[in-house]
């Protein structure tokens, strides 16, 4: 029930690695505008999720709001955090660089006189830099909310306990009458029993009563006539019983036997 | 925050764990400024012991250590949890179970000749151990083949009185206008105890 | 022998299954005669939470039913059962996750538009491999890029019931709102009371 090792570059690195390398020299000195300790900005060069991380953070750490960016101050300071970072990770450079190109337009932007006739329509410049900052803030925060969820395997674990003498078990297949009888009808067809099997009309509690009958019998001694009638059962079941009897006589499956007119009559199962 | 009880910091660990823990492994949970001896995680675990009391669990000395387990009790409901789905029955199977309540008492041989092909032994165990049929005697034949017939069970399983219920094989000729009173409601809707038995 | 109460049949069940069973999958333990109605299970669970209230387990509801867990107050005990420590998750794939959670369905892309960066293969596959996420359909639009959403797993893990239980999004503020008169002084000319709010 462990978390299993994620892939190495998942897990969030030490920072007691982390060396901030300019032109392969450890970092001594610090851009003037880095207002942040040494050891902070070697994690942070580190742990920048792309231009908008960065971006904000230059603004939150001047408890700025997102919707009232100095364009000229951040642009400067972005600028030099990203010159420190070509020289760390190349590969990340392309997209802080289009961050820093966007800068650069807004900034010229700003700069420029407005020309007075579109006053009505003119938008901020910075309003779509706004947007996305406001727009990645949200779920930034969001992950950092889904990082203190508690979390199975970290903060709750899974209770089990071992339950001995509780095995899988194969559930038995259900079947309907319909089905059963359905079968019956298909076989009967087949065989074509109604012609070859002289099929009378016969009680079926009979067959039943042939089974039961044959059941209470055994070879090795005799049972008396009169057990395997049982006056409580009724006319009907006495009948029924009789008629079994007889039936299993007929197809020679137990014997009968008298030794004097009158004398009790025993049966046995034919051995 | 004061530290829970050592009973409780033990049924957490034994059930986080989900199986059975030395007391060398209970005592590594703890920093080693606080290491219970091994006499106190017993007098922990046997209080813990009765807490569960009249409960579902309870905690058991195995040869790997200590364990939380579920009563033996539980079993009946905890097998189900792993039920896998109930399998159809063959065409074969039913024909044979058929053939059995029709013509009882009835040989295998006296089945094979009614389905014109032979009737598999795994067939024969299977109604055997569902309890549907059963052997009620030998014909008096070379071989003594075993005569079987249907169980209790078996109306039982079928909500049957008696097997009189049953369509006659003629009636069968038309199945679906022979006993309108004849309960054809598929077992799903019988109630279990005369499924399980 | 009598029936155990129904809350320790449901003790029983949710230990040996380690894990989340839903009222339908406990319905399933019963013989048919005596399956417990929905709110039953609910009262009987009900008991049970309380029962268990101080000790080291709680039954909790999440996305695929109700599951009895270690409460996190014993984290620090139970987490020394393991040698490996449960991984810290990146804030690259907190974020991705978070996109998902809060923005599905969605597209690779459109994640990326969002962060800034894009978003590596290897974060997509640790999040499908655990199950977290899953590709629930494609963006009609050429490439037909797949679009993501997240599953029952993602749920059950953080502990929640449904996705209404992940905390509020923060609300977008309107910058023509905010400041109707929008000033395009430069900001460094402001004073720095304004700036500072």
């Known amino acids: 029930m462990t978390e299993g090792v994620e892939a190495a570059e998942l897990l969030a690195d030490d920072p007691a690695r982390l060396r901030a390398l300019v032109r392969g020299e450890p970092l001594k000195e610090l851009p003037h505008d880095l207002y942040i300790p040494p050891d902070a900005l070697e994690v942070f060069l580190e742990t920048f999720e792309g231009p908008l991380d960065l971006l904000l953070y230059l603004i939150r750490r001047q408890n700025l709001d997102v919707l009232d960016i100095p364009i000229a101050s951040i642009t400067k300071q972005y600028m030099e955090y990203v010159e420190l970072m070509k020289d760390l990770r190349l590969e990340l450079a392309a997209e802080y660089l289009v961050m820093a190109a966007m800068l650069a337009e807004i900034k010229s932007r700003m700069l420029l006189p407005r020309p007075p006739v579109d006053e009505e329509e003119d938008i901020d410049p910075r309003a779509e830099l706004v947007r996305r900052l406001q727009e990645y803030e949200r779920y930034k925060t969001a992950a950092e909310d889904l990082d203190v969820l508690p979390r199975q395997g970290r903060d709750v674990f899974p209770a089990a306990a071992p339950a001995p003498g509780a095995e899988p078990r194969q559930r038995e297949p259900e079947v309907s009458l319909r089905e059963l009888l359905g079968a019956l009808a298909e076989v009967l067809g087949r065989a074509e029993m109604f012609t070859h099997h002289h099929v009378r009309k016969e009680a079926l509690s009979v067959r039943e009563r042939m089974s039961r009958t044959l059941e209470q019998l055994n070879s090795e001694e005799f049972t008396a006539f009169a057990d395997l009638l049982n006056p409580e059962e009724g006319r009907l079941g006495v009948v029924v019983g009789f008629l079994a009897i007889l039936e299993l006589i007929k197809a020679s499956l137990i014997e009968l036997v008298q030794t004097e007119p009158f004398a009790p009559i025993y049966l046995r199962a034919r051995a | ?197």
């Open chain 2, 1 to 197: 925050m004061s530290e829970p009880p050592l009973k409780f910091i033990l049924e957490a660990a034994l059930l986080a764990a989900g199986g059975p823990l030395s007391l060398d492994h209970m005592q590594t949970l703890f920093p080693a400024a606080g290491i219970p001896e091994k006499p106190r995680l017993k007098e922990a675990l046997a209080e813990l012991s009765q807490d569960y009391e009249g409960r579902a669990v309870e905690v058991v000395e195995v040869a790997s250590g200590w364990r939380i387990q579920v009563r033996s009790a539980y079993a009946d409901w905890v097998s189900r949890l792993w039920e896998e789905k109930p399998g159809r029955y063959s065409r074969a199977l039913l024909e044979t179970l058929a053939i059995i309540a029709y013509r009882q008492p009835v040989t295998r041989g006296e089945i094979e000749e009614i389905r014109g092909v032979s009737v598999s032994t795994s067939i024969m165990r299977t109604l055997q151990e569902r309890g549907w049929i059963r052997t009620v005697g030998h014909r008096d034949v070379p071989g003594r083949p075993a005569m079987y017939g249907t169980s209790r069970q078996f109306l039982d399983y079928f909500n049957l009185k008696s097997l009189d219920q049953l369509p006659t094989l003629m009636e069968l000729k038309d199945l679906d206008q022979v006993h309108p009173e004849l309960d054809l409601r598929f077992p799903e809707d019988v109630p279990a105890e005369t499924e399980q038995q």
